[in-house]
C-alpha cells in the first residue's frame, strides 16, 4: 500500500456546517484525499468496492487550473491519473494508492489487448472497472483484480457492441463464476452521449453481447451513467442520471425496472425530480441489508449539496429527501459512490469544493439510514 505525501491530508474531521440543514442522520465528514495542486474528481466513473470494513474507491486526480469560466477548473493538457483510496477501518481514514497497473496506455500503462482468460468472478477479492478514453466516441477498457485492488489485469478492450462509441463506468452485477451484466453509456445516434443499455456475458468475459437498451434515447441532453441493483433472481433496478437543461436544468434520476433479468425494461419513476444545474449529478444506488433501496447523488444548484432518498419497496416509491451535506463552495460536487458498512451505517464519497477557486478533495460521509418506517 502506497501513501502519498506532498499534502495529502488524511483525517477524520467533523465538518462545522454552516447552513443547518444537515439531517440529524449525519454522523461526521471524512476528507480521504486533498493533496496540494490537485483536482480529485469524479469517483462514479471509477467504482467503488467493499469486503467488511474494507472499502476501496477510486478517483481522479487531475491538476487543478482556476478559471471562472463555466466548467471544471483542471489543466486539461495534463492527465487526469487514475487514484486508489483504501480505509480499513469503515471510512474513517483512509490511504492512497497509484498502482502502475491500473494506468491506462496513454499513461504509460500496458497496452490495451484483447481478453484471452476468462475472468472467474467469484473470486472472494474480485473487483472489475471499465473505463471511457472519451465520453462521446470511447473506446473503452476493461480491467480486473482478485486481491482487491492492490494489483490489476489489464488494460482489455471492451468491445462497442454494435454502437459509434461506448462510455464505460463501473456498474456491474456478478451472476456466476462466468456470467456477468454490464450498465453502460452508449452514444446517441448523432454520436454525442449518451443512452444507457445492459450487457452480458456468459464466458467470462471473453465476448459480450448486447443485452437490451436501459432507457429511450432522449431528445434533449442525455440519459447516462446507471447504477443498478439486484432485487430478486429476475428484478433488478437501474438508476440513470438525465440532463435536459445544462446551465439551468431541471435535471433529474429516473429509475427503471427490468422482471427478466434485464432482457427488457419499464420506466419506474423519477427518484430523484432535481438534480440541480450544470447536467445534474449521477446516481449511486446500492441495496441495504434490511432490503430498501439507498440512493445518493450531488445537486449542483444553490446550495451546493450532497443528498439521499430511501425506498421501501424496491424503488416503486421514495421518502423525503434526506440532506447529507450542503455547505459546498461552488457547484462542482457530487458523482458519489456509496456502500453500507458491517454496522448498517452508510458511507457515500464524492468530490467537492471547500472554496471556489481552491482544490478540489475527495471527502465523506458517514451517516445512519435509520429503521425501516412501519
Known amino acids: 500500500m502506497r501513501r502519498l505525501t506532498l499534502s495529502v491530508l488524511v483525517s477524520c474531521a467533523l ?38 470494513n474494507e472499502i476501496l ?13 463555466d466548467g471544471h477548473p483542471y489543466d486539461r493538457s495534463k492527465p487526469e491519473e487514475p487514484r486508489l483510496a483504501r480505509s480499513l477501518d469503515g471510512g474513517k481514514t483512509w490511504n492512497i494508492e497509484a498502482p502502475p497497473s491500473l494506468l491506462p496506455p496513454e499513461q504509460g500503462g500496458k497496452p490495451a489487448t484483447r481478453l484471452k482468460r476468462p475472468i472467474d468472478f467469484t473470486q472472494p477479492g474480485f473487483a472489475m472497472t471499465l473505463r471511457f478514453t472519451d465520453v462521446n466516441q470511447g473506446p473503452s477498457l476493461l480491467f480486473y483484480s482478485y486481491d482487491r485492488g492492490k494489483n490489476w489485469e489489464g488494460a482489455f478492450e471492451f468491445p462497442l457492441l454494435g ?20 450498465f453502460l453509456t452508449a452514444s446517441k445516434t ?15 468475459g471473453l465476448s459480450w453481447e448486447m443485452l437490451s437498451w436501459v432507457a429511450p434515447e432522449p431528445t434533449n441532453g442525455f440519459t447516462i451513467m446507471p447504477s443498478s441493483i439486484r432485487l430478486s433472481p429476475s428484478e433488478i433496478l437501474t ?5 435536459e437543461n445544462y446551465r439551468k436544468g431541471p435535471n433529474w434520476i429516473d429509475a427503471y425496472l427490468s422482471r427478466d433479468n434485464g ?4 420506466f419506474l419513476n423519477r427518484a430523484a425530480p432535481d438534480t440541480g444545474a450544470r447536467s445534474g449529478n449521477p446516481p449511486s444506488m446500492i441495496r441495504l441489508k434490511d432490503g430498501r433501496v439507498a440512493l445518493t ?7 451546493y449539496s450532497i443528498r439521499a432518498r430511501l425506498s421501501a419497496d424496491g424503488g416503486r416509491t421514495w421518502e423525503e429527501e434526506i440532506m447529507l451535506r450542503d455547505d459546498g463552495a461552488a457547484w462542482d460536487v457530487g458523482y458519489p459512490q456509496t456502500v453500507q458498512r458491517p454496522d448498517d451505517k452508510v458511507i457515500t464519497v464524492y468530490y467537492w469544493p471547500r472554496a471556489r477557486d481552491k482544490e478540489r478533495i475527495i471527502a465523506a460521509t458517514i451517516w445512519d439510514p435509520g429503521p425501516a418506517r412501519k
Open 57 to 69: 474507491v477510486g478517483f481522479s486526480a487531475a491538476y487543478f487550473l482556476w478559471s471562472d469560466r
Open 190 to 204: 448523432n454520436g454525442r452521449e449518451g443512452r444507457p443499455l445492459c450487457a452480458r456475458t456468459v464466458d467470462g
Open 263 to 266: 432482457r427488457s425494461w419499464q
Open 297 to 303: 447523488y450531488g445537486y449542483r444548484s444553490t446550495p
Open 15 to 52: 465538518f462545522i456546517h454552516a447552513s443547518g440543514r444537515e439531517d440529524a442522520r449525519v454522523s461526521e465528514h471524512v476528507t480521504v484525499y486533498q493533496e496540494a495542486g490537485r483536482f480529485g474528481g469524479w469517483p462514479a466513473n471509477h467504482g467503488i468496492w467493499s469486503w467488511g
Open 163 to 182: 454502437q459509434p462509441g461506448i462510455a464505460a463506468r463501473t456498474d456491474y452485477l456478478v451472476n456466476g463464476q462466468r456470467e456477468a451484466l454490464v
Open 239 to 243: 438508476a440513470v442520471r438525465h440532463e
